[in-house]
């Protein structure tokens, strides 16, 4: 082998040795900060409690917030739950913990050491529900073209949760969960059945956009009308603590098939 060849050899193993060190390395964590940070931790100015901190979770007094797990990595205290968020980290000592909060200011916690603030995290298997399981009924009967029509409509709460991301006091970002419904429809004419079936959230993707509808609670089935194309409801799908609602057309033809269109 000649010079020439094993100067090519040794310039090529040089470049595949630099390419291999600037790829990148999975970045660790800094765990004697997460370490230091074990423990409740209250607002330095109203003593307000906003988190206690246990092995990799993060734990929230508001009965509705879910815990999420956490991680310190570098500067950066970064919670894992419906989103991913990193709070830049200015300071954190054993007992001093300051960081920037998504509206960009900054929030000074100490680390609580009284007993009574760990009676606001008593265990709880579950997440509480802000919106209560409710069972609703709604009978109406209406006569169109001389035919007496009953239209029946039940809200069956589910345990199928909902989560929302919302900002708390100290501007950090918790999931709060709620649970969906699903609503029975049953529509007759006299002792004929039209239609009798469970409706649910997932049939509104075609006009309600995937995040909303992810966000949505399907709240509601109102009846409307009865004219030459059917019964009509209007389908409510509300955001939990928020004035945004869709409000979705559903009819039921006297064949009994349902079609949905946006409502006005």
Not at 109 to 138: C, E, W
Request: glycine letters at 4%; a neutral charge.
């Amino acid at each position: 082998m000649n010079k020439l060849s094993i100067l090519t050899i040794c310039v090529a193993l040089l470049c595949i040795a630099c390419g291999n060190k600037n790829k990148s390395v999975p970045e660790e964590q800094d765990l004697a900060a997460k370490k230091a940070l074990q423990g409740v931790w209250v607002d330095e100015e109203d003593d307000d409690v906003a988190f206690r901190i246990k092995g990799d979770t993060v734990y929230f007094p508001d009965s509705t917030s879910m815990p999420v797990y956490f991680m310190m990595k570098r500067d950066s205290f970064i919670l894992c739950g419906a989103n991913r968020v990193a709070y830049p980290v200015v300071k954190h000592t054993p007992h001093l913990f300051v960081f920037v909060s998504q509206n960009g200011e900054q929030v000074r916690l100490v680390k609580g050491d009284d007993a009574a603030y760990m009676q606001m995290f008593s265990p709880r298997k579950t997440a509480v529900a802000i919106n209560q399981h409710k069972l609703l009924k709604q009978d109406t009967v209406v006569v169109f073209n001389d035919e007496r029509y009953h239209s029946y409509v039940q809200v069956n709460p589910t345990t199928y949760k909902v989560v929302k991301a919302s900002y708390n006091d100290d501007g950090v970002e918790v999931d709060n969960v709620y649970y969906d419904n699903i609503i029975h429809l049953g529509l007759y004419q006299g002792n004929r059945k039209i239609y009798s079936q469970n409706v649910l959230k997932s049939q509104f993707s075609s006009v309600v956009p995937a995040g909303a509808l992810e966000q949505a609670v399907f709240s509601n089935l109102v009846f409307l009308r009865m004219d030459k194309e059917g019964a009509h409801y209007n389908a409510v799908l509300a955001i939990p603590d928020s004035m945004t609602s869709y409000i979705v057309e559903f009819i039921v033809d006297y064949n009994g098939k349902a079609t949905i269109k946006e409502g006005k």
